[in-house]
């Protein structure tokens, strides 16, 4: 008999995530992905400033912390048709590079780990083999017995206390849970590591963008980051050193730490390669501008249908009509008033909350669609695109982490393999390595013009009568993020932000066309019912960012158990 299982709130996370499965003979036969919070910024933007806007939509997330802030700087200056000047691009990027790497090292050693990592199981490792293990995958200096040691006793300390910590409420021993002791032991290691790299990342970002989360530093037309190579007060080389030096510590992590440790994961979960794929239409955008006007790129974006790379088509520039053209909202199963589709320039922003409907509306997210699909949108799809151009960092990487996993577990596996609950994670720290390589090239190229005498940062812009329309997208931690925006003499008359979450949390169309989050649930197993692992594995690869109680329920929604989740 099936049966229903919520999980709600899904913890780990940002904000408020329902998900709802139907459970028959093992597997996950259905689902529903609810957002359970709605903010409203879309509304309180209405009839301000445009040059106000990157301040207060960066408010949406503590947790996406640069993200809002650059898109909409775009959306005004698309709609107003600026260029800014190319001391202001490298710095906006080094920013992004910086702050994705922070995020998708957070995401994966604190937020995605434990649900592959058993903690409690390392404490019967020997930290010898553990040693052994770790220096098999890479030279990283703290792979050592000591090391391990060190770890390991602390652990059984908090395990002897009862006090787990961070670490509390996990499903230790869960049947789902399989790699050995050692590895748990390893990756506990580095877990504790990973807090101070993300915190040189948070440095760097700080130092460039006046502080961190919310940076200061941005302006609609360039950035308020002074550069004075003789001032103690702007940017100077002793800063530029300094971020420097921070940078290729992370660097050294994500190759050393981070990478070999999913690339390890993924082969010792080889069976899990084949779970989780659910829609393969992918979408992306280019980002790291090379120009003042957003034409040229360091990393790619485009589109893919059905998993065919050779359907690949990119997106060329700010102002691509082949983007600005597709991308529409549908409410159909939404919390809004009316069931329309339409696109971001023409929407409104009218609540309309029901209740949970199953068959009506469930979900605070609209539905994302581009060209009429349903499409994922994160590290997996940038990824995909860039392997599918032959972007020569990103093809590196693909290469090398495959090549890797397929000798550890004695497997054959290709791109496809990325298609999966483990290979998001994957293709996430593959992204990680691009763009910390990346966050170094274009400090040197800042650098470099600002030896070369040029320290303009800034054009202001000019509103002039009537109405301008822009987007503006950024291609964040999470995927694929646009703000699209409508001025009329100089105010804001409509604004909406089409993002990462939305394009994967939401709900189904008016088509019955499942999103991501729900598609990629499917046919997914379930070991014990009254502790859905397995659901949480595959929601987490994504990184929604939308608190912590469990309800199983019969089809008929009568509770029968309730249970905490880490």
């Known amino acids: 008999m099936a049966k229903r299982i919520t999980v709600d709130p899904i913890t780990r996370i940002e904000g408020h995530l329902r998900i709802d499965v139907e459970v028959d003979e093992g597997k996950v036969k259905n689902a529903w992905s609810s957002a359970q919070m709605w903010r409203g910024i879309e509304v309180i933007l209405q009839g301000r400033d445009p040059r106000d806007a990157w301040l207060i939509t960066q408010r949406v997330c503590g947790v996406c912390t ?13 709609a107003l048709g600026m260029e800014i000047p190319i001391n202001a691009q490298y710095i ?73 910590g961070p670490f509390a409420n996990g499903y230790w021993g869960h049947p789902a849970m399989k790699l050995p002791p ?32 919310h940076i ?30 921070m940078l290729e510590e992370v660097q050294s992590f994500v190759h050393k730490v981070y990478l070999p440790d999913v690339i390890a994961i993924c082969a010792l979960y080889k069976d899990w390669l084949n779970y989780g794929a659910g829609v393969r239409n992918y979408l992306a955008v280019p980002d790291l501008p090379l120009d003042r006007k957003g034409e040229r790129f360091d990393i790619p974006g485009g589109t893919i ?34 069931s329309w589709t339409k696109h971001p320039f023409n929407e409104e922003t009218v609540p309309n909350y029901t209740g949970f409907q199953s068959d009506g509306k469930y979900s605070w997210a609209k539905s994302p669609r581009f060209k009429g699909m349903p499409m994922q949108v994160g590290p997996l799809s940038q990824v ?9 960092l990103i093809t590196k990487y693909v290469d090398y982490s495959l090549a890797t996993l397929n000798k550890i577990a004695g497997t054959n596996v290709g791109i496809e393999a990325l298609e999966s609950t483990p290979g998001r994670h994957l293709a996430r720290a593959i992204r990680s390595a691009v763009l910390i390589d990346l966050s170094l090239k ?56 089409v993002v990462p979450s939305t394009w994967n949390a939401g709900p189904r169309d ?43 329920l019969d089809p008929y929604g009568k509770e029968v158990t309730r249970v905490k989740v880490l």
């Open 92 to 164: 906006r990027n080094i920013i992004i590079a910086a702050h994705g790497n922070q995020d998708h090292i957070v995401h994966f050693y604190i937020l995605s780990a434990l649900d592959w990592v058993d903690v409690v199981s390392a404490i019967n490792a020997d930290p010898k083999k553990t040693a052994q293990i770790a220096q098999s995958l890479s030279d990283w200096p703290n792979n050592s017995v000591d090391r391990f040691k060190q770890v390991q006793d602390k652990l059984k300390s908090l395990v002897k206390s009862g006090q787990l």
């Open 442 to 497: 274009h400090l040197e190229l800042l650098t470099e013009n600002i030896g070369r005498g040029d320290y303009d940062i800034y054009n202001p812009p000019n509103f002039p009568q009537g109405i301008q329309k822009g987007f503006g997208f950024h291609e964040a931690p999470r995927g694929t993020l646009s703000h699209w925006i409508v001025i009329e003499d100089g105010r804001i008359k409509n604004y909406q932000l």
């Open 66 to 78: 640069t993200v809002h802030a650059i898109c909409s700087v775009r959306a005004v200056e698309n």
């Open 305 to 338: 249908f059905n998993g065919d790379l050779s359907t690949v088509r990119e997106f060329k520039s700010f102002n691509d009509p082949y983007f600005r053209d597709n991308v529409a909202e549908c409410i159909a199963h939404s919390w809004y008033q009316g």
């Open 216 to 245: 200061q530093n941005l302006s609609v037309g360039g950035v308020t980051t002074a550069i004075n190579p003789n001032s103690d007060s702007a940017l100077n080389v002793e800063r530029l050193y300094w971020i420097k030096q």
């Open 510 to 552: 008016e088509k019955g066309q499942l999103g991501p989050y729900e598609a990629s649930l499917l046919n997914n197993p379930i070991a014990e019912p009254n502790k859905p692992l397995e659901v949480l594995r595959t929601v987490h690869s994504f990184d929604p960012c939308i608190a912590c109680a469990v309800h199983m």
């Open 384 to 392: 995909l695109v860039g392997y599918a151009v032959k972007h020569e």
């Open 182 to 213: 050692e590895v748990n032991l390893m990756a506990v290691s580095h877990y504790l590591e990973s807090l101070d790299y993300q915190r040189k990342l948070d440095s760097a970002i700080a130092i460039l963008g006046g502080k961190n989360p």
